[in-house]
């Protein structure tokens, strides 16, 4: 099955002001859609990062695409999959996911590959997750997404949309947050990003939250870095009971050294809570030394800046062998993006935790066809649909796309809106406490 065409198509979806130790979202989330239409007419479908780099290298692949086999050029690409480094610069500690040139090759690789697979899915009538070797589940669980925010709904000028949490930068804010997001979509587990608040704000927000919640509901708190190793551990003794059982302590300390110092430190203190990561460990490169220093007990993959679905399942082995908890991390995203999602993870054994997802904080924009995709008691569930059984909305399609034509966002950039926004002088500085 030849491949005829490839696309990309630049959109951007409205964002609210959500808050991190990277800085502020900017009031568009921008993604790319790339489709690839093979010689009889049939089209897949894929979703990745945003704006104009991640755009130009899948546009700079074209040559390589175009009259290949969909069934092997993601073989034939199998260069770009493993991206350039394997240090400090490769991982995410001060750039945001998409934005580091050295995963370039990954996320196009991973790009390129969903898409195909959803092509051949729907020429043989087959969901993704089969092709994949078959499903180990019907259904994937999701976590309730918990931030620190600003008023707003995200967009700008006439496009502004409404706020349905409003501000939230108080731990009450953030119970009653979440609380909305369990009873509209069944979340099961909660996860807070922090490293935006004093580190005894947010342990008092995660002590409230399991408050209202109770102990038979997960907890998890992701500062990205922001803390000391000393912080680190002083959180964790202070939330020794809140992360125990399925919480873990996400990238408290800056990479694998900072982490397997903190690890050292619980340890010490007979504290076992797990330390998780996509900051610290984003690629194959970084697992020898992690496991070597017992530095993160839980990776967070993501197929996006990993390579791809079978790169996701080749990380899942691994992370069996070694005895690594898997969970997935989550981006700014729309319904296309959270369906590979849930066929990689229907389709990994490994998979210990509920995974990450932005998906209700993109809830004005989507470019599937029918609109937005329902969760069942905090699942998505697998459509008994050839592909990845979700179709592009075309109208919509093109409606994001003037929009991001008309807004002057190329790239993700926390710093720069932080500074437009809340302080002119801020900058992202680890750490911070």
């Known amino acids: 099955m030849r491949i005829k065409d490839l696309r990309v198509h630049s959109i951007a979806v409205a964002d609210p002001p959500l808050r ?53 050029v993601t073989g034939d690409l199998l260069d770009l999959a493993e991206g350039e480094g394997g240090g400090a610069e490769r991982s995410h500690v001060m750039r945001t996911p998409g934005e580091n040139p050295l995963d370039a090759g990954p996320r196009t690789h991973s790009a390129i590959e969903t898409a195909c697979l959803d092509l051949i899915g729907r020429s043989v009538g087959v969901p993704v997750c089969d092709l994949l070797g078959g499903r180990v589940r019907n259904a994937v669980p999701f976590s309730a997404y918990a931030f620190y925010k600003h008023a707003g709904g995200g967009g700008a000028g006439p496009d502004v949309r409404e706020d349905r949490y409003g501000e939230c930068l108080t731990p009450e804010s953030i119970v009653r947050q979440v609380r909305s997001m369990m009873e509209e979509y069944g979340f099961r587990d909660i996860k807070l990003k922090g490293g935006v608040l004093d580190p005894d704000e947010e342990i008092e927000t995660v002590r409230q939250l399991r408050d209202a919640f109770g102990p038979a509901v997960p907890l998890r708190i992701d500062p990205n870095s922001a803390w000391t190793v000393e912080t680190s551990v002083a959180v964790g003794v202070a939330l020794r009971e809140e992360l125990e059982g399925d919480g873990y302590l996400e990238d408290p300390a800056e990479g694998i050294r900072g982490m397997a110092a903190v690890r050292r430190g619980l340890l010490e203190r007979g504290i076992g809570t797990p330390l998780a990561s996509n900051v610290a460990v984003t690629s ?28 996701v399942q080749h990380l899942g082995k691994l992370c069996r062998t070694f005895g690594i908890g898997l969970s997935m991390h989550s981006n700014s995203h729309l319904g296309i993006s959270l369906m590979a999602m849930a066929h990689v993870a229907a389709a990994t054994k490994n998979l210990t935790y509920a995974c990450d997802t932005h998906y209700p904080w993109q809830s004005a924009d989507e470019v599937v066809d029918g609109g937005r995709l329902s969760f069942e008691d905090g699942s998505i569930r697998i459509p008994d649909r050839g592909g990845l059984g979700v179709d592009l909305d075309y109208d919509q399609l093109a409606r994001l796309k003037e929009r991001y034509r008309k807004i002057p966002f190329r790239k993700r950039d926390d710093e720069a809106e932080m500074r437009k926004h809340v302080d002119p002088t801020w900058r992202r500085v680890l750490p911070r406490w």
Do not use: K
């Not at 900017?26 to 990745?48: C, H, K, M």
């Open 284 to 311: 194959f490169a970084h697992l020898p030394e992690s496991i070597e220093r017992d530095a993160v007990q839980v990776v967070l993959c993501d197929h996006h800046f990993w390579g791809g679905m079978r790169q």
């Open 20 to 72: 991190s130790s990277y800085g502020l979202h900017a009031p568009y989330a921008l993604r790319n859609i790339v489709e690839l239409e093979s010689e009889d007419g049939i089209v897949g479908i894929a979703e990745t990062y945003g704006g104009e780099g991640p755009a130009a290298a899948l546009r700079d692949v074209r040559d390589r695409v175009v009259g290949a086999d969909a069934y092997r």
